[in-house]
């Protein structure tokens, strides 16, 4: 009798969860696993952006399919739209506002959505996404009909990205080789947008088609305002079509989760309608170097030793993503045969 009541006591004192317990910790692990992979996500570059907010669309959509709670998903994808400050473009807005409308109707509607509504709703988001992805990959081509001139030159314009530290000579070394027409580096360590503007009519003096302008990581690491960047930036740009040369401009980013400067040279390409070489040039130095998974098991890193500057190695790779937008400028009339 007295083993009956210990079980009875030890029952009481030890209780099974619940069925509601058992839900809120299902609630909390969830909104666990939800935040950690947000927190992944605001890790990737603008050049991947549209792919990481889809990945959040195609987890909504599915919760939708299966009548489950589906907001979480849109709230995680628009706080990346929101945390990485897009350039103001239609789709951009559109795609922000959509998500939002949809977080707001999804929390206050107590019972499932008709099904019409769910069907529409979910169609006009996937549409409003392949307009923004088409956008983004829009932004970083020129639409401006250009003419290559075999006896003009092509000035590279940066800081020590493009200077390159010796014994390598810059990501303009290797992509000379590439090019039909003279490469000529006016890289200079450490220099901001405020300097590079000073040096235009060094850059004028060699009669350049074309500039490649590699600048603003300095700015930001010496406090300069976005506001200012941006102006330089555009004098540059203005500079360069009055001498009947177009530009070329290097995308930046300067934090991992969060850009202080927004996004800058993807805005102004989209302003001012320059080509733009997408930051995967430097998210591929930084991937393959021993300092971050997965280059710290691969041998061939793309860094110096300083860990802040391509090697040789790395100068090839961004001398090819520079090459590429060349040609979608271009054409292969520029290249070498062999290159071709």
Request: hydrophobic share 45%.
């Amino acid at each position: 009798m007295s083993d009956v009541n210990c079980s009875i006591q030890s029952d009481e004192t030890n209780p099974k969860p619940t069925k509601r317990q058992k839900t809120s910790f299902a609630g909390i692990l969830k909104v666990f696993c939800i935040g950690s992979i947000l927190a992944v996500s605001l890790l990737a570059f603008p050049s991947v952006l549209p792919f990481v907010v889809a990945v959040w669309i195609v987890w909504h959509l599915v919760l939708v399919r299966y009548d489950r709670p589906a907001y979480l998903p849109l709230v995680a994808g628009l706080v990346i739209l929101l945390v990485k400050f897009l350039p103001r473009t239609p789709a951009s807005i559109t795609l922000s506002g959509l998500m939002l409308a949809m977080v707001v109707i999804r929390m206050r509607m107590s019972m499932t959505l008709p099904r019409r509504v769910t069907l529409c709703t979910s169609l006009a988001l996937i549409a409003t996404w392949t307009w923004f992805c088409v956008e983004w990959q829009v932004i970083q081509n020129c639409g401006r009909e250009l003419t290559f001139d075999p006896s003009r030159s092509i000035v590279c314009l940066g800081d020590s990205l493009t200077d390159g530290m010796l014994p390598d000579h810059g990501f303009p070394d290797p992509l000379s080789k590439m090019l039909e027409v003279e490469v000529i580096n006016l890289g200079t360590s450490g220099i901001a947008t405020s300097q590079g503007l000073g040096q235009m009519q060094r850059v004028f003096s060699h009669d350049p088609q074309l500039v490649i302008v590699e600048l603003g990581g300095h700015d930001f690491l010496q406090g300069k305002s976005r506001d200012q960047t941006k102006a330089n930036l555009l004098q540059m740009i203005d500079q360069c079509r009055l001498q009947n040369a177009e530009v070329v401009l290097m995308e930046i980013p300067r934090g991992f989760m969060f850009d202080p400067f927004w996004a800058l040279e993807r805005e102004i390409a989209y302003e001012t309608d320059v080509q733009l070489v997408s930051d995967t040039w430097l998210r591929k130095i930084v991937l393959m170097s021993p300092y971050a998974p997965p280059g710290r098991w691969m041998p061939n890193s793309r860094l110096s030793d300083d860990g802040i500057h391509s090697n040789a190695r790395g100068s090839e790779m961004i001398a090819r993503h520079v090459a590429r937008s060349i040609r979608q400028m271009y054409g292969d009339s520029i290249f070498q045969t062999s290159y071709q």
